[in-house]
């Protein structure tokens, strides 16, 4: 659901909190800060960004009348 520490010290280049969220904003990327002052931020958000698109499952409909 959100990307873990080490993800985003990947993503950002940053270790620390604060150059981080500086790099996020810079970016336009959204992201929340925990009771640490951690910017949280959206897996799929990230993945959306970065050119993954993952479908959700579309439902298919059941023909009733075939079963009878």
Do not use: C
């Not at 990230?46 to 298919?60: A, F, T, V, Y």
């Amino acid at each position: 659901m959100f990307l873990t520490d080490d993800d985003l010290r990947q993503l950002t280049g940053y270790l620390r909190a604060a150059p981080q969220k500086r790099w996020l904003l810079r970016l336009g990327i959204a992201f929340e800060e925990n009771a640490r002052g951690r910017p949280i931020v959206l897996r799929n958000l990230i993945e959306k960004r970065l050119g993954l698109h993952i479908d959700s499952p579309k439902k298919s409909k059941i023909n009733l009348a075939a079963l009878s």
